[in-house]
């Protein structure tokens, strides 16, 4: 279940830092050319995590990382992801535990505040490897993109979407994704996530 993120995909969603000094920019570019060319860090986005904290997308670079998109007034579909994610943690082996991230993206961040997000955390008792991201508002469409998830707002407030975990190598590259349907890992996505940790 090996995937590779076609480039065209990526010059669709990237675009500059706006307000970024020339500076920063030129030092961004930089940092760009160095990144695989299939690396989903390319794209500049920002976030808030669930403590406040600013951050960029490319920081998540230099740890493998599994990652999805949910929001957090979400009853069903999200909840699953986030235990079906825990599994898989739990289902490693120690040393390979400890080196694995996991971002959670939320679709909604008018409304999934660094506050609302920590709560999300608190409630699902994760790990201290563990950011929930609130993006940019005009950043959300591009992730989505790169990440390949699907979602439409209903007229409720609810939002339909994609529900998967995307495995990220250190620096950005889609190794493996996974359509979640339960709380349960799926057997094949596990051996892909073990594969790419013991190979880390």
Known sequence: MKFSVLPFILLAALGPATGAPQAHAAADAAAAREL???????????????????????????????????????????????????AVQKRLPAAQRARLDVAMVSLDPARDTPQVLAEVAQRHRVGEHWRFLQPRPEDVRALASVLDVRYRFREDGSINHTSVLVLLDAEGRVVARSEVVGAAPDPAFLEDVREALAGD
Request: aromatic share 8%; net charge positive; with cysteine.
């Open 36 to 86: 695989p060319g299939q690396s989903l860090y390319h794209l500049q986005a920002g976030f808030s995590d669930q403590h406040g904290n600013a951050l960029r997308w490319d920081a998540l670079r230099g740890r493998p990382q599994l990652v999805s998109m949910i929001y957090a007034n979400c009853h069903l579909m999200c909840p699953l992801i986030i235990e079906n994610a825990k």
